[in-house]
């Protein structure tokens, strides 16, 4: 969805390198979040922030940081890459669906590599 | 390639068929469930969402029914055609609370000419 974009969509780093992945929305959505994707285990939430001032752990927050900059922008930090980092990383907004509950739009995602 | 999903459950069907897509959700305070599909190096595309009072809602060829008494979700798409193919994951959450969606791992669509 060209609503949410990141950047940067490729990466490869090394062991114990900082590197910072941002995300941006046009959406005008409070609600931010990213996760990691691993074959086999679906989407895992690391972050979420439900406004600039609300940013919560998920199930995999060790490991990460983030930042919510603006109610556009939200980064993921890794403060010290390692291995079983290497991942696609993605970040959503998200408002109310048609059924009433909440629904998330994704952006085009990160391909990590830590070596 | 996309090495998301590799070792993924696999339907295969034939173009024209129908399919129906599976999942098990293990919270029972959940109300509001979404099907997503991801393609091949793309994030997930919201496909159709249902709360907990329906049991059943419809959308352009797909159909989402939920059995809330065995925490069973399925999707159905009808006459399943190449485009179809994908992966495909269900997510469930409170309508009304603070805590985020929950996906389910997955299930890979193949759809066979």
């Known amino acids: 969805d060209a609503d949410v974009t990141q950047t940067p969509r490729n990466r490869i780093t090394k062991t114990g390198k900082r590197i910072m992945l941002e995300c941006s929305q046009t959406?005008?959505?409070?609600?931010m979040y990213w996760y990691r994707q691993d074959p086999g285990l679906g989407l895992r939430l690391i972050y979420y922030?439900?406004?600039?001032?609300?940013?919560n752990k998920g199930e995999i927050s060790d490991g990460y940081s983030v930042s919510r900059q603006a109610q556009a922008k939200f980064s993921l930090s890794l403060e010290s890459a390692i291995p079983n980092q290497t991942a696609l990383y993605f970040c959503?907004?998200?408002?109310?669906?048609?059924?009433?509950?909440?629904?998330?739009?994704f952006g085009p995602g990160t391909r990590l590599l830590v070596l | 390639g996309e090495s998301v999903g590799l070792h993924l459950p696999t339907l295969s069907v034939q173009e024209g068929d129908n399919s129906i897509i599976n999942c098990a959700y293990s919270?029972?305070?959940?109300?509001?469930f979404i099907w997503y599909k991801q393609e091949s190096g793309k994030g997930p595309q919201f496909i159709i969402d249902?709360?907990?009072?329906?049991d059943k809602r419809q959308g352009q060829r797909v159909t989402v029914l939920l059995n809330k008494t065995v925490k069973h979700l399925s999707l159905q798409i009808a006459a399943t055609q190449p485009g179809d193919s994908a992966v495909y994951f269900c997510?469930?959450?409170?309508?009304?609370?603070?805590?985020?969606?929950?996906f389910g791992s997955g299930t890979r669509l193949q759809v066979q000419p």
């Open positions: 959503a907004t998200s408002d109310f669906g048609l059924a009433g509950g909440e629904t998330q739009y």
């Open positions: 959406k005008g959505h409070d609600r």
């Open positions: 922030s439900f406004d600039v001032k609300d940013i």
């Open positions: 919270n029972s305070a959940s109300d509001y």
């Open positions: 249902i709360r907990s009072n329906m």
């Open positions: 997510a469930e959450n409170y309508s009304t609370g603070r805590r985020a969606l929950t």
